[in-house]
């Protein structure tokens, strides 16, 4: 199976599954539940993707890696729709389609953001993700690190207290480490909590997830500074007007560039010690480098 | 001991485990740090009282019992944070002192909403909170129902849904079982759940938590129209105003006062039971009744 098709079979079994696990419209909170549904449909589905795959390395049934999967991607989508608020990064478009607040309104924009959070949580601690409840316990408390005030929640915060400073490297780094990085490290760890994997397979899968996100995050400045907002569904150039620390402002554009280059070969390596089970994982590092969107 | 002597002696412990449970400022994200803390600081605490309440039941360690307390107040106050802003009800006075995003600014309070939600779940997955990843589930989901679109966020919804509609006593009900009563509801059980409670035990503290959360719910309209907004330390009049469905918009004022008081004496029949332990809980339905703020 190529990368493509097997990203786009993600995305299929992660809608097929969304609507499995998010309410229906129903009753005088219908609105809600349409928003949260707005926001979690679409987008690469990259987190779904990693947790599947990470799954596939130690034979988890699909079946149960799918709910982690869409955990992932309801603690990603309410964070996009949180970080796009007026009071935020102030965005109106995503993903090719208005932001949630600005198809709904504010109110219900932050209100279904909160709710997909609760709800990450809760379909991680229902038995039909694991039977045992110890690595229903591991899931929940990893998540809830790599989401909250020392994971991305963290990192977003420094993010807006960046702007209009002058941060350097090692600043802008660990921001990314905690913005993008932790959920994207939990996604790739995931299947080997699911799994019961060695401490040597979980702390390999780590620090891919380490350069792989940093390589994934350099290619988002990279793509704000030159990237087509059409292709993007976004818009570009958004980081300079805000004076928003990125690698680009210390590194520069060519710099960068190579830099993601030598994060994404990095990546790749710490997949040595796993069979061509993990050949999509090692694609994936490609994949972000070339990525237009 | 008196109730009021609990309530503080409560206060007290929740503080201090708030400030061991909490990060402390540090580093660029200082600032998300300092706005979880002052969303968690003052209130009467009531959830947690009941939560350590429920577990004096069953015997449960008063160590363990207060990380869920503390957790069940990290909900609360981000759902404070969040309700209180500009795109919510607009607040700009809680507990007496400036709301969260008066004193910060709106980013740092959704934020700081953001990472309170993300640490309860962070605290309940422990197993510093129970050493059986079971019950450590349990709570997890529970927790996560009683918050989410079915539960308190779902509520919130549904109350700026209803404004300026004219709705009728049995959809009031629901918002506020859903808006307040779910949380509550979740405090009073959590005990059960951490004690291993028998069926019917848990049964009849869903019970009382249900009549106590409406009857909490009743007086707090009855204090927006008649409360002393300098004594309650938050703004009044303040459902009228915004066209908020409220029990006296549809009871008026004499009558709601008497369910109130029906409903906390129904409250308290649910408790027949358990023995004296359980009656520093008798006496919170009164106290519901009788509170100025």
Redesign the interface.
């Known amino acids: 199976m190529t990368l493509e098709e097997a990203l786009s079979e993600t995305a299929q079994l992660v809608a097929l599954n969304v609507d499995q696990l998010l309410?229906s419209p129903e009753?005088?909170?219908a609105?809600?539940?349409e928003a949260?549904l707005y926001a979690m449909t679409g987008g690469k589905r990259l987190r779904p993707f990693l947790a599947l795959q990470s799954g596939c390395l130690f034979g988890v049934d699909e079946a149960n890696m799918v709910r982690v999967a869409v955990a992932v991607e309801c603690i990603h989508a309410?964070?996009l729709i949180?970080d796009d608020?007026p009071?935020?990064d102030n965005d109106t478009l995503r993903r090719g389609q208005p932001t949630t607040h600005v198809q709904f309104?504010?109110?219900?924009a932050?209100?279904a953001?909160?709710?997909l959070?609760?709800?990450a949580?809760?379909i991680?601690?229902?038995?039909l993700t694991h039977s045992?409840?110890?690595i229903?316990?591991?899931l929940?408390?990893s998540l809830?690190?790599a989401?909250?005030?020392?994971?991305m929640?963290?990192?977003?915060?420094?993010d807006?207290?960046?702007e209009n400073m002058s941060p350097n490297i090692g600043?802008v780094t660990?921001?990314h480490q905690?913005k993008t990085g932790a959920l994207i490290a939990f996604a790739c760890e995931s299947g080997a909590i699911m799994g019961r994997a060695s401490k040597e397979s979980t702390h390999a899968l780590r620090a891919y997830a380490h350069d792989l996100g940093l390589a994934f995050q350099v290619v988002d400045d990279v793509l704000d500074v030159e990237g087509d907002p059409e292709v993007m569904g976004k818009s570009a150039g958004k980081d300079e007007q805000s004076g928003k620390a990125t690698f680009i402002s210390i590194l520069g554009l060519e710099r960068s560039r190579e830099q993601a280059q030598i994060l994404a070969a990095q990546a790749k390596t710490h997949l040595d010690l796993f069979d061509e089970k993990a050949d999509l994982l090692r694609q994936v590092s490609q994949f972000v480098l070339t990525r237009h969107k």
């Open positions: 309410p009753d005088a909170e609105k809600l539940h949260m309410y964070s949180h608020l009071a935020m309104d504010e109110a219900t932050i209100l953001g909160d709710a959070q609760a709800l949580f809760e991680l601690a229902n038995p045992d409840p110890y229903r316990c591991e929940t408390a809830a690190r989401a909250g005030c020392r994971g929640v963290g990192g977003q915060m420094i807006l207290e960046c600043m660990r921001l905690m």
